[in-house]
């Protein structure tokens, strides 16, 4: 009888547990990007929160704030300036290209003694664009870049109407974000216990999945955002040099797209390069495409080797695909969600080959 109220009792702890947890996970799902945000914010600036309490002797509450302090005047307040600042420069980009490609232009660039004319270029194009079943001329190449410009423009200019028009919403988020990166900065020791006491993994699986969440955190915003703000900057310089307009722009963009590895901020200073070469200033073009290449280099191959050392040790190539994937699915915050659901992906591999594998405690390798 008493075996048959044991059951009775699990089977009705279980069903209240899965309908409070329902509940709670229902509560918390229109914040859970600001959650989770908030949880890499608060773990990578953990440290210098660390560093106010034992080198300055203050108290956790004020070390916490004055941590808090820097997040906002670092990141929030440039990023609300940055957003402002892009929807106006995106609109003279559009206005400029559509007042310099003309048909004339284009014209004598693609058809006439160009730098692509009487070359195998054309022949080239117009297949390509016959595989698309579109024709190879001036009006179509207008309308496609001119296309791409305005959606890139509006986007923009959404994203900065949709930050300002829906201020209130706006500012309940931002309020959610900074409570919680106080909290977990101000309380992260009982956070991370009472997290570990309700995961039913071991102990020092638990500390693992930690360590390398902290690790790919670490290397994905603070590794990879300096350098990106590195390579962005430089490659704006570059820019600006070279007497191109809306620097901010193109600046904040490469700042975003360095990190992507291996090809990131390429995608702007190498089409960037060829427009100059196509207007004839063979030396600026030449000049801005090794310029920023080398800043890119530099970076990538001795600063985020540096900076980062021997934190995460996985390829590159693998990287790649989990911002490229991660974006597709969580749009831009998958730049920062794809590098860490595939590092606990591989963590839960190397917990499974300790536990399962032939080589049962070894490493699993995730470097290049």
Not at 23 to 50: E, H, I
Not at 245 to 261: C, E, H, K
Not at 287 to 299: E, R
């Amino acid at each position: 009888m008493r075996k048959t109220s044991d059951i009775q009792s699990t089977i009705a702890f279980v069903i209240g547990y899965g309908v409070v947890f329902y509940l709670l996970g229902l509560m918390m799902w229109p914040y859970l990007n600001t959650l989770v945000f908030a949880a890499m914010l608060s773990g990578s600036f953990y440290p210098m929160r660390t560093w106010f309490r034992d080198h300055w002797g203050i108290r956790p509450y004020a070390a916490a704030s004055l941590t808090l302090l820097v997040i906002i005047v670092t990141l929030f307040l440039p990023s609300i300036y940055l957003v402002i600042g892009l929807s106006e420069e995106a609109v003279s980009v559009f206005n400029y290209l559509k007042e310099t490609l003309t048909e004339n232009f284009l014209e004598d660039i693609l058809f006439g003694e160009g730098l692509f004319g009487n070359s195998f270029i054309p022949n080239f194009l117009e297949e390509l664009f016959l595989a698309f079943n579109l024709e190879y001329n001036v009006a179509t190449i207008q309308s496609l870049i001119l296309d791409s410009a305005k959606f890139t423009s509006t986007y923009i200019i959404n994203m900065a109407n949709q930050l300002l028009g829906d201020i209130l919403m706006f500012l309940f988020h931002l309020i959610i974000l900074l409570v919680v990166i106080f909290a977990i900065l101000l309380e992260g020791d009982h956070f991370k216990k009472f997290l570990m006491l309700l995961s039913p993994l071991p102990k020092e699986e638990e500390e693992l999945m930690l360590e390398k969440f902290n690790q790919m955190n670490y290397a994905t915003l603070v590794g990879n955002g300096l350098g990106g703000i590195i390579q962005g900057c430089m490659a704006g310089l570059g820019f600006w040099l070279v007497g191109f307009d809306s620097i901010l722009l193109w600046t904040t963009t490469m700042v975003i797209l360095a990190f992507i590895p291996m090809v990131g901020m390429s995608f702007v200073y190498v089409p960037a390069g060829i427009i100059l070469l196509v207007q004839g200033r063979i030396v600026e073009g030449v000049i801005l495409l090794i310029f920023c290449t080398m800043a890119a280099l530099a970076v990538e191959q001795w600063f985020k080797p540096k900076f980062v050392g021997n934190r995460v040790q996985i390829n590159s190539v693998l990287v790649f695909l989990s911002i490229v994937g991660g974006m597709s699915v969580f749009g831009f915050l998958g730049i920062f969600y794809g590098p860490l659901i595939i590092s606990i992906f591989l963590t839960f591999v190397e917990i499974y080959l300790q536990r399962y594998g032939e080589d049962e405690g070894q490493p699993l390798e995730l470097g290049p």
